[in-house]
């Protein structure tokens, strides 16, 4: 009985968000008939139906088995880069054979697979964090094992270096118009490296402070890997590590990351340039995605909690028998 009225509430959420979702996407529609595409009240539309959208994926991603979204997220994937390249080489070619309805259709369809990608990042992470959940194994280099900080340090590194890259393509009329696609390759690929940069570096802050980059792993620990536990390398001194942070910011971080993504594709189409020029909506999309994934970073033993209560159990239990057991 309580496992059907689980279903049901879900059932019930899901349909409701679809509905609220719909009633925006078409009211959008509807906008596009009466205002020009960078107005002022057709970008405020927009922006909504993208936020609501983001917010929708995020709540599915908590609500509906994991394999399923990662289903879901993969179909939608392929379909948004499908109908990018259409509208790209339809515009380019200026071939002007859609229709208004085809146009649409096809708009939706990028407007529902880049908010799925925000979510699709948090999925990545909690396979990260549940194959990596022992903080000493993985990322072995010879007998070095490298730290997650110094990891994201690099990311964040070569994430500036994309940034710059941009800056300086940005000014050829090409990369705006025929080259696009690599240009849109470019902010994804930015966008990811300080995304994953920020996670890193807040995931072993303590480590970076302490300016523990890299830690020479004793072949017996090596070995130990091998055994298939993910709490093997457990010890006295990295239990404050597996603690839960105070603050319960993950749920902020993964809205943030919905919305600077948001930021970074769709510029002045998501937030009115009365408000802010394109540049700087992109940049501080850039910016906000490092800090979601910092955000996330920080409060990630929450995350793991909240989508492997049972393993999160044996973190709990593995603490209180190192704590129990004399130094």
């Given at each position: ?50 936020t ?19 289903r ?52 990545l ?9 022992s ?9 070095y ?24 393509v ?47 792993i ?110």
């Open positions: 009985m309580k496992r059907s009225y689980k279903i049901l509430s879900k059932f019930l959420v899901i349909f409701a968000l679809t509905l609220v979702i719909y009633s925006s996407l078409i009211n959008y529609l509807l906008n596009k008939q009466l205002y020009e595409w960078y107005s002022y009240d057709l970008t405020i539309s927009r922006g909504i139906s993208l609501l959208l983001n917010i929708y994926f995020f709540i599915l991603v908590f609500i509906i088995k994991i394999g399923i979204f990662k879901m997220f993969l179909i939608l994937i392929v379909f948004g880069i499908i109908a990018w390249n259409i509208s790209h080489l339809h515009t380019i070619l200026d071939l002007n054979l859609f229709s208004d309805m085809i146009d649409d259709f096809l708009e939706i369809i990028l407007f529902i697979s880049t908010s799925i990608v925000a979510p699709g990042l948090l999925i992470i909690i396979y990260y964090i549940k194959k990596f959940s903080k000493f194994e993985g990322n072995f280099i010879g007998k094992h490298l730290h997650e900080g110094l990891f994201g340090i690099i990311l964040v590194g070569l994430g500036l270096l994309f940034l710059v890259f941009r800056t300086y940005i000014q050829f009329d090409i990369f705006l118009k025929e080259f696009k696609v690599y240009l849109a390759i470019i902010m994804i690929f930015l966008y990811f490296f300080l995304f994953f940069g920020g996670f890193f570096i807040l995931r072993d802050f303590n480590d970076i402070i302490r300016f523990r980059f890299v830690k020479k004793p072949t017996s620990q090596k070995k130990s890997k091998k055994n298939g536990s993910i709490f093997n390398s457990m010890t006295h001194d990295n239990i404050s590590f597996f603690r839960l942070s105070k603050l319960y910011i993950f749920p902020l971080g993964a809205l943030l990351t919905g919305f600077s993504f948001s930021m970074v594709i769709y510029g002045t189409k998501f937030i009115p340039k009365e408000v802010l020029s394109s540049e700087v909506i992109i940049n501080l999309g850039y910016l906000f995605g490092f800090f979601a994934g910092s955000l996330i970073g920080f409060d990630w033993l929450r995350v793991f909690k909240r989508f492997y209560p049972k393993q999160y159990k044996e973190i709990e239990l593995k603490i209180i028998e190192l704590q129990n057991t004399d130094i």
